[in-house]
């Protein structure tokens, strides 16, 4: 199938302005350090001539052959090129040691960009980190977001990138020059710390958060809030008498249950006030012989149960006490009763005075009533013969 023409003609076009983007990529470089070398030689011919002296004109870094000491000269640099993050160089002289090296164009988005006349002078070398330099290497640039900082400049230089690491020394730092900005995040660490150094005002509220950042016995009452000690503080058996002011127990609610013992009252703690009713239930509550008889209420003796066998004497009876009520059947004898204690007829039942009863010669005519001796109770021989 045949091409038209004007489709030709656009390819032809294209290729063209290809070609001439080729050509002008490659030779661009050489002509802009052309044109930049024709610059030095008129400046040159006008300092031999005498049109022109050194110190109205330039003073180039091919003038100079000082010994490890390197220059830039003749250079463009494009920042975000070829894309945003990265920078590009072009037309790059390094004259080191006299010699003036060529160096080949390029581009990085890394962080540092260095030149070695050991390893390819026309070469820069590019890097992440910091490169260690050796003799012969010096750090051109670096990439700071797609734009370069040329670090041979002593006016922009960034001396964190142009400083080897390792290379200032506590000697090299001015006293107070290091500020709170110049100190990486958890940079300082206990061995950087002075004794001391660390105050009230350099603790940060909720600094302290582990037991093992406190040493022993710093925490004194002064360093407590009030109510600051809580039941949850306080370790099991913390709390000893000692640690207990007069009167801090006055609620029943702060004892558990049984742990009065007999040793924690006083001697005459107890009084009636605090045993509760009933409180002496049993005798093995009593001591031996507690119970006197200023202990005794009236009529608090109310049951024979209460009186042990034989302990009612006749000093514990009132006068007058026992009454027929008292006394049990037969439980009067000849034994209990005094002489002269039967003194009233009425003491004596019917018949209960016995021939046994009567003493001899008892019975005299004072006793006889009237008609008494009938003559059966008499004896008529006996007093008939007497």
Known sequence: MAIAKKDL??????????????????????????????????????????????????????????????????YTVTNNSPAAGSFAWADLHIVYNGVDTLVTNGSTALKYVWWSSVTTPTVLQTGATKPTLANGEVLLFMNVNGTPQVMLSDTNASMPGVLRDGAVDSGSILANAVGTAAIADNAVGAA?????????????????????????????ATQLADNAVDTAALGANAVTNLKIAD????????????IVATGNIVANAVDSTKLADGAVSTTAKLAANVVDSTKLADGAVVR??????????????????????????????SAKLADGAVVRTA?????????????????????LATGTVTAAKMNVLRHFIF
Do not use: C
Not at 51 to 68: H, P
């Open 9 to 74: 003609e656009a390819i032809d076009a294209r290729i063209e302005n290809t070609v001439k983007e080729v050509i002008k990529g490659e030779f661009d470089h050489y002509l802009s350090d052309l044109s930049f070398r024709i610059g030095q030689a008129y400046d040159l011919i006008g300092r031999a001539t005498g049109t022109q002296s050194v110190t109205g004109g330039k003073v180039y870094a091919e003038d100079l052959n000082l010994q490890g000491r390197a220059y830039m000269t003749g």
């Open 192 to 220: 950087q710390l002075g004794a001391n150094a660390v105050g009230s005002t350099e603790l940060a509220d909720g600094a302290v958060v582990r037991a093992t950042q406190l040493a022993a016995n710093v925490v004194g």
């Open 247 to 258: 009167g801090a127990v006055n609620r029943t609610g702060q004892l558990s249950g049984a």
């Open 304 to 333: 024979s149960g209460q009186l042990a066998a034989n302990v009612v004497t006749t000093t514990q009876i009132a006068d007058n006490a026992v009454t027929g009520t008292e006394i049990n059947a037969n439980a009067v004898t």
């Open 347 to 367: 003491q004596l039942s019917n018949n209960v005075v016995s021939t046994a009863a009567i003493a001899p010669n008892a019975v005299t005519t004072t006793e």
